[in-house]
């Protein structure tokens, strides 16, 4: 068996080293061409109603927390990550004064207070992240309410030979060289293509999702240069 491009002990260090890029992360994300309208795609795929409770795993600086509350204007959202730095920059954004934010392990969020139900739940950028994916996902059904919806907003280029050509020609020739300019570091760049090269085909990640409990599991595309490369996977509660 190949030995995994990411370890365990690499993937625990990762809130850390968000830490280091947290005041040029979201000018990072700016210079990326969709990132912003991608998740406010992810967040209004979950068709979620009125009065919805949301629960923003790895929420970050509050990117994708923003485009959850553009999507869902009366929602009532909590946003949880594990950097300290990425969760100041979100709790300074006056436009999300309202979010509950927690700084915690999307690992086991009730053991940090979000102990749900949630009608929505979105992971933007974090399941690959984590130490163990199926016992995240495993919670993560257990936290959504009767007929809720979660969504994985995330990367997937196995065993796409064109993906993975774009994710290599974007992350050498782009992001990383980006990354050394505006943030002074490669070091979470360089990971972010490795972890990404490492993970789990879209078949895998939907295998993942059903193992875990989730219905009707599927799988839907974004437009530009993450065609292909970024997804929604899309799937409702176990009940
Ligand atoms: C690429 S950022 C995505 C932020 C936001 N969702 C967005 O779309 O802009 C990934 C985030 O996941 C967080 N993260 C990584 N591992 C985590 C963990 N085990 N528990 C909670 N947050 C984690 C990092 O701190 C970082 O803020």
Not at 90 to 116: C, F, N, Q, Y
Not at 173 to 185: D, K
Not at 218 to 225: F, H, L, N
Request: contains cysteine.
């Amino acid at each position: 068996m190949n030995e995994p491009l990411v370890s365990t002990h690499e993937k625990k260090a990762v809130p850390g080293e968000f830490d280091r890029v947290a005041k040029s992360y979201d000018l990072l994300s700016a210079l990326n061409p969709g990132y912003e309208r991608h998740l406010r795609r992810s967040a209004e795929r979950m068709g979620l109603g009125p009065g919805a409770r949301i629960l923003d795993l790895c929420c970050g600086t509050g990117l994708s927390t923003a485009q959850i509350r553009a999507a869902y204007p009366d929602a009532t959202i909590t946003g949880l990550d594990a950097s300290a730095g990425m969760l100041e920059r979100a709790r300074s954004k006056e436009e999300l004064a309202d979010v509950t934010w927690i700084h915690g392990d999307a690992m086991d969020p009730a053991a940090s207070g979000a102990e749900g139900p949630y009608d929505g739940i979105l992971m933007a950028y974090g399941l690959r992240n984590v130490p163990d994916p199926d016992v995240c996902l495993e919670r993560l059904s257990g936290l959504l309410a009767d007929g809720g919806t979660i969504c994985l907003h995330e990367y997937s280029v196995r065993g796409s030979l064109w993906a993975t050509g774009m994710w290599n020609f974007v992350t050498l020739g782009i992001v990383i060289p980006l990354g050394l300019v505006f943030a002074g570091t490669t070091k979470i760049f360089r990971y972010l293509r490795r972890s990404v090269l490492d993970f789990d085909s879209v078949a895998q990640v939907e295998e993942r999702m059903r193992r875990a409990g989730f219905r009707e599991v599927r799988t839907e595309p974004m437009s530009g240069w993450q065609r292909g490369v970024v997804h929604s996977f899309l799937a409702q509660s176990p009940r």
